[in-house]
């Protein structure tokens, strides 16, 4: 076991480290794949089936033994065997060993299940037109009497397949619908209407799902009467044939029992009783495509105590359903904040050096509650930095005059243009703003770090205050897709350059997929982000989402993270992928996440 254990912790190790001893770990595993004791048959194949997730190429080395075992009297071993060939095998066996997977499906544990099943899950990206022999095996898995883990396993799976194939819509909306029928899990059935909602424009005969909804509204319980009335109003907003039916079954349906079931019927039928426009933009915010009403009936709620705040009766109470866009939910509160207050600082400036590529977070350049505190926000336009300081006074009796900033640029790449000092005085408590120009070359860019002080005077006798360094880094120099051009796309096949990495993102701060994930995009925020679309949650094990952007304004680039939990230790492991129209852009992009 000891071996098993130390083939384990190779696999899970970043490459750098591991390169030299895997080959060790793969051939240490394929011995014990012959192995007459069952333990370590299982112990070996699972770890390669964890390996090949990443690394299918050195994971096929073991392809003959693990074949053997396809036929092995204990079925988890030889379901786990199957889920590995597949993700290591070819196109041409993938048919052959996914019926032999269905036949070993039943009799396993539904521990193991589940593991086959995120197997499945991880093949649709490799075999990406085999959707349907895959949607095929998960919906027979769907039919089987398993706990309430295993079938939820399986919806994740078929909605994830939806996200990342989008030909799949049809066949596996249907299969979702049929589930649906006799699901004994109220919470996963409405999971399933959720999912339902969010893909209902793209399906071919949405009165089946008219009929689907109706069935649920006047069987289920609470629960899946509340997802079945949002599904109808989607289709009512989706389809304008439908409407009028789909209102008259609902106005059927006013007097509920339930006091939420009707609340949200009468919303949404006053929507419903708008015009076309209202009721497309209501229908654009439930299927995930817009802010508008995706709050629902708590978007209502805080309107409805909104207007009792106000105890202006004589106003008609109207809600207004075209809400603004909320920030994106996998960046850090606090990062978005800090963006949006430092937005305006130097808008004045593009005036003179054309569109902004990127505004920094406000960096504090002194300790806390010192005589004078001081912040610096960077604004990157194409070959200009602008630093703007904000300067607080907390010396008690004294007044600051004269005031402004002086930036060392000793470095060739980064010179001094302009020094803007503060337009008035400071007073006791008081704040004020200076600034200083630097222009910089777009192909040799000044990264690092710059001695500056504050210069100010007190009673006409001038003096200097030492502040931090600033600190110019790579991610400021990360502009986003619209900076060159408006709707601006990257081409994937321009994208010459390419540069593979594995990086350690397990800290004292950092103890979950969730928060790392999160830790990144804050990193790169506000650059486009594109996610796998599923759910990220404190459980989530694994994620993926890329950035795309310019370097400099000058290169477009994109980044792709796939962050995993690899190990019992539950370290938390990036493999990262940029690609970009130029090489050192590559490596600059490494840089910043290493």
Do not use: W
């Amino acid at each position: 076991m000891v071996c098993v254990e130390a083939a384990r912790t190779v696999c899970t190790l970043p490459d750098a480290i591991a390169e030299p001893h895997i080959r060790s770990a793969i051939s240490l595993l394929q011995t014990l794949l012959t192995h007459t004791r069952p333990a370590l048959r299982l112990a070996a194949t699972r770890i390669l089936n964890d390996y090949a997730d990443t690394h299918p190429a050195a994971a096929a080395a073991c392809n003959q033994e693990l074949e053997d075992l396809v036929a092995d009297n204990n079925a988890s071993i030889a379901a786990l065997a199957v889920t590995t060939l597949l993700k290591t095998g070819t196109e041409a066996t993938f048919d052959r060993l996914l019926a032999t997977l269905a036949t070993h499906l039943c009799d396993v544990s539904d521990d193991f299940k589940i593991v086959v099943i995120n197997s499945v899950r991880a093949l649709c990206a490799k075999f990406r037109h085999k959707h349907t022999p895959l949607l095929r095996f998960l919906a027979d898995a769907l039919k089987d009497r398993a706990s309430y883990a295993v079938k939820k396993a399986v919806v994740d799976c078929i909605v994830h397949i939806v996200q990342t194939v989008p030909e799949s819509k049809q066949y596996a909306v249907t299969l979702l619908a049929d589930f649906t029928e006799d699901c004994e899990h109220q919470e996963l059935g409405m999971t399933v209407l959720g999912a339902i909602c969010r893909q209902i424009g793209d399906v071919d005969r949405p009165d089946r799902f008219v009929i689907l909804a109706y069935n649920r509204l006047v069987l289920e319980k609470v629960g899946m009467r509340l997802a079945a009335v949002r599904v109808l109003v989607c289709i009512a907003c989706e389809y304008a044939h439908l409407r009028a039916s789909i209102r008259d079954l609902l106005g059927t349906l006013r007097d509920d029992e339930d006091e939420d079931v009707r609340d949200r019927i009468l919303l949404y039928l006053t929507v419903l009783n708008s015009d076309d426009d209202a009721c497309k933009a209501a229908g654009v915010g439930m299927l995930g495509g817009d802010a508008r009403l995706a709050d629902g009936v708590g978007g209502f709620a805080e309107h409805a105590r909104d207007y009792l705040r106000c105890a202006d009766f004589h106003t008609p109470f109207a809600h207004d359903f075209a809400a603004e866009e909320s920030a994106p939910v996998l960046v850090n509160e606090d990062v978005v904040k800090e963006a949006e207050s430092a937005t305006g600082l130097v808008d004045a400036f593009e005036e003179m050096y054309g569109k902004i590529g990127r505004r920094s977070l406000p960096a504090e350049l002194t300790e806390c509650m010192t005589e004078f505190m001081v912040t610096c926000t960077k604004s990157v336009y194409a070959n200009v930095i602008v630093f703007a300081f904000t300067v607080r006074n907390n010396f008690e009796g004294v007044t600051l005059a004269d005031v402004s900033v002086d930036v060392v640029c000793k470095s060739a790449v980064l010179t001094k243009q302009e020094t803007r000092k503060c337009d008035e005085c400071i007073e006791y408590e008081g704040t004020g703003e200076c600034f200083v120009v630097c222009r910089y070359d777009a192909e040799n860019l000044p990264i690092g770090s710059f001695k500056c002080s504050l210069c100010y005077s007190i009673g006409g006798r001038a003096d200097v205050y030492p502040l931090e360094d600033v600190q110019i880094e790579t991610v400021d120099f990360l502009f986003p897709l619209g900076y060159a051009e408006s709707g601006r796309v990257v081409d994937e096949e321009e994208l010459v350059f390419t540069v593979d990495d594995s990086f350690d993102l397990k800290s004292a701060v950092c103890n979950s997929v969730a928060e790392a994930v999160k830790n990144v995009t804050s990193a790169f925020y506000p650059l486009v982000l594109e996610t796998s679309g599923d759910a990220l949650t404190a459980k989530t094990k694994k994620y993926s989402f890329m950035f795309k952007g310019l370097f400099a304004g000058l290169h477009s680039f994109v980044l792709s993270f796939d962050v995993a939990c690899v190990n019992k230790n539950e370290s938390i492991v990036a493999n990262v992928t940029a690609k970009s129209t130029d090489k050192t852009c590559c490596e600059y992009l490494m840089s910043i996440i290493g």
